[in-house]
């Protein structure tokens, strides 16, 4: 079992920057995948940004490509979703997931854990 925790989210403007963080705890993880996704009002759960927790293998999403930036700290056992020049758009839902090994997937029925969420806000 993999718990995961997600905080960070909060209300920006757009053009600014917000840091998603998920703590990550359980049996051992080390070969999972993990991923970012969000969820807008509406909406489906759509793919945002992923990885391997040994690192490399990264995949974003053509919407946030080169504004977000996905990382993780093994020391602090914690996943990184860096949003820069944030846009109104990008108001949603995020959750961090995990999958125990695999390709690097998109799709959110590939991932077996799942955080709560964390919101994102961002004003025009």
């Known amino acids: 079992q993999v718990q995961l925790v997600e905080s960070g989210g909060g209300l920006a403007q757009a053009g600014g920057s917000l840091r998603l963080s998920c703590a990550v705890s359980?049996?051992?993880?080390?070969?999972?995948?993990m991923g970012w996704f969000r969820q807008a009002p509406g909406k489906e759960r759509e793919f945002v940004a992923a990885m391997r927790w040994t690192g490399g293998s990264t995949r974003y999403a053509d919407s946030v490509k080169d504004r977000f930036t996905i990382s993780r700290d093994n020391t602090e056992n914690t996943l990184y979703l860096q949003m820069n020049s944030l846009k109104p758009e990008d108001t949603a839902l995020y959750s961090c997931?995990?999958?125990?090994?695999?390709?690097?997937?998109?799709?959110?029925?590939?991932?077996?854990?799942w955080g709560q969420g964390t919101q994102v806000t961002v004003s025009s």
């Open positions: 359980g049996r051992t993880f080390s070969y999972y995948v």
């Open positions: 997931a995990a999958n125990p090994g695999g390709p690097v997937n998109t799709t959110p029925r590939t991932y077996e854990y």
